[in-house]
C-alpha cells in the first residue's frame, strides 16, 4: 500500500534524531481487491508441506472457506482448526485449545480473523517459530503487524511479547463487508491515538521517558487519515476502508519501530482492558475493544481537559500523600476487580508507583514543568469535537451508557487506569500532585 511504504519512510531507521536506533523486523503487506492470485504465490514462496489455518466460524466463513479451497486446488496440504462459538476470546484458555490443535508437522501458520484470532496465533507463532501470515477479516484493530498479544489471564489483562507476522494480507472487498461493529472498532482504536501520543510526549517531561518525534509522525499520518475518510465508511467507500486499515496497520508497525506499545496506546486502552477485567469478575460480556477505547478516549479528554485547569502546588501534593493508604486503595482495587486485582497490587510493589520519595519527586518535575505539560496536553483537547465526530460518523458509541459495560462504575475505572501498566499517564499525573479530585469531578 503506497501510503504505508510513504509514512514509514519518514521514520529514520538508524541516526535517528531521537537518539535511537529503529532496526525492528517489519512485516510484509499485501493489500488490495481480489487479491488471491497474489496470496497464493507469496505463500507458495514458503515451505507449504503442512499449512495449519486458523479461524473462528464468523471469520472461517469470512475468507477462511475461500482460502482453504484456493489452497487446496493448489495441492498444498491444509488442516483447519475452527474455534467452537461466536467471538472467542483471547485468553490463556483459549490459547490452551488451540495448543492442543497444533499439527506436529506444522511448516506455517495462517490466522484468518481480526483481534483474538491474531491475538491468539501470535503466541502459537511465537512458540512454534514457524512462518507466520495473517489474512485480516475485519479493520477493527491495529495488532495485525504488532510483536505482541493482548491476553485476559488470570482475569487480568496483559501485553505479551509474542511475534509479528512474516506478512498481513488484505482484501479491501473482505474488509468492507465486515461487520459495522468492526469497522467502528478500527475507528475507535486509531482515534484513541491523539490520547496515547499526547501522554507518551507528556511522560516524557516527567519521567525523562525516551520519545520518538518521528514515530509520533508516523501514527498522527494514520490517525489525521482516518479522521478525514471517517464520514465515507458507513457506506464502506473501498478507498474509505482502505485508509482505515492502512491506519490500524502503521500503528502497529510504529509500536515495533518504538518497541513498545506508546505509539498506540495510554489511559483510554486502560479503560477498555478495566472493562474486559470488570466484565471477566462479574461473569458478563464485555464490548469490543475498540468501541470501547473510543468511548475511553472521549472519557479521557474529558479527564485531560479539567487537568488542565489546574495549578498543581507541592503543598496539595503532600497534603494528599500523607492521606494516600495504601492498604485502602489496594481494597478498592479488589472490590472493583475482584482476583484480578492482585497481580496489580503484587506489580504495584515491584514498581513502587507510591513510593512517597518518587511521588514527591515527579510533583516536583510535574509543577517546574507544568507550563510544557499543559501544552502537550492542550493540543490534544482541539481534537476531541473531530474524534467524536469521526465516532459518530459510523454510529460508533460515545457514551459509557451506550457500551455492554457497568456505567456506574466508571469512576472507579477511571482511578484504576494508573495501575495497569507502568505506563505514565493522565491518572498518575493526578495522583502524584494529589489532585484525584479532578477525576470525581466527571
Not at 52 to 78: K, N, S, V
Not at 197 to 209: C, D, F, K, P, R
Not at 383 to 410: D, N, Q, Y
Request: glycine share 6%; net charge negative.
Amino acid at each position: 500500500m503506497s501510503m504505508i511504504d510513504e509514512w514509514i519512510r519518514q521514520v529514520p531507521a538508524e541516526h535517528c534524531d531521537c537518539g535511537q536506533t529503529h532496526r525492528a523486523a517489519l512485516p510484509e503487506w499485501l493489500t488490495g481487491r481480489q487479491i488471491t492470485a497474489r496470496f497464493l504465490e507469496r505463500l507458495s514462496q514458503f515451505d507449504t508441506s503442512h499449512i495449519w489455518l486458523m479461524a473462528d466460524p464468523d471469520t472461517y466463513a469470512a475468507a477462511g472457506r475461500h482460502l482453504e479451497q484456493a489452497i487446496r486446488d493448489r495441492h498444498m496440504p491444509i488442516s483447519c482448526f475452527i474455534f467452537q462459538g461466536r467471538r472467542p476470546e483471547a485468553s490463556e484458555h483459549t490459547v490452551a485449545a488451540a495448543r492442543l490443535g497444533v499439527p506436529d508437522d506444522m511448516s506455517l501458520l495462517l490466522a484468518v480473523g481480526s483481534g483474538t484470532i491474531n491475538d491468539i496465533a501470535k503466541v502459537i507463532a511465537a512458540e512454534t517459530n514457524v512462518p507466520f501470515f495473517v489474512y485480516a477479516t475485519a479493520p477493527s484493530m491495529d495488532g495485525y503487524t504488532s510483536a505482541t498479544s493482548s491476553l485476559l489471564i488470570d482475569g487480568r489483562k496483559i501485553s505479551l511479547a509474542t511475534k509479528a507476522a512474516d506478512l498481513v494480507a488484505a482484501d479491501t472487498d473482505v474488509l468492507a463487508a465486515a461487520p459495522m461493529e468492526a469497522i467502528q472498532s478500527g475507528v475507535g482504536d486509531v482515534v484513541a491515538k491523539a490520547v496515547s501520543l499526547a501522554e507518551w510526549q507528556m511522560a516524557s517531561v516527567i519521567t525523562g521517558e525516551h520519545y520518538c518525534p518521528h514515530i509520533a509522525g508516523l501514527v498522527e499520518h494514520a490517525l489525521e487519515t482516518v479522521l478525514a475518510s471517517a464520514p465515507r465508511l458507513l457506506d464502506r467507500e473501498p478507498d474509505a476502508v482502505e485508509a482505515l486499515f492502512a491506519g490500524l496497520l502503521v500503528s502497529g508497525l510504529a509500536m515495533n519501530l518504538a518497541g513498545h506499545s506508546r505509539p498506540a496506546s495510554g489511559m483510554e486502552h486502560y479503560i477498555s482492558h478495566l472493562w474486559d477485567m470488570r466484565a471477566a469478575a462479574l461473569g458478563t460480556s464485555a464490548d469490543t475493544h475498540g468501541r470501547q477505547c473510543g468511548v475511553g478516549t472521549l472519557l479521557a479528554l474529558d479527564l485531560i481537559e479539567r487537568t488542565c485547569r489546574l495549578q498543581p502546588t507541592a503543598e496539595r501534593a503532600d497534603a494528599h500523600l500523607d492521606r494516600f493508604v495504601l492498604a485502602a486503595w489496594h481494597d478498592e482495587l479488589k472490590t472493583l476487580l475482584g482476583p484480578a486485582a492482585l497481580p496489580l497490587i503484587e506489580a504495584e510493589t515491584s514498581e513502587q508507583k507510591y513510593d512517597p520519595d518518587k511521588v514527591r519527586n515527579r510533583a516536583g518535575r510535574i509543577i517546574r514543568n507544568w507550563p510544557k505539560i499543559t501544552d502537550i496536553l492542550q493540543s490534544v483537547i482541539t481534537r476531541r469535537e473531530a474524534i467524536a465526530a469521526a465516532l459518530s460518523a459510523v454510529h460508533a458509541p460515545l457514551t459509557v451508557g451506550e457500551l455492554t459495560v457497568s456505567e456506574p462504575e466508571t469512576e472507579k475505572v477511571l482511578l484504576a487506569t494508573r495501575d495497569i501498566r507502568d505506563k505514565y499517564i493522565t491518572t498518575r499525573l493526578l495522583f502524584d500532585t494529589g489532585e484525584t479530585d479532578s477525576i470525581h469531578a466527571g
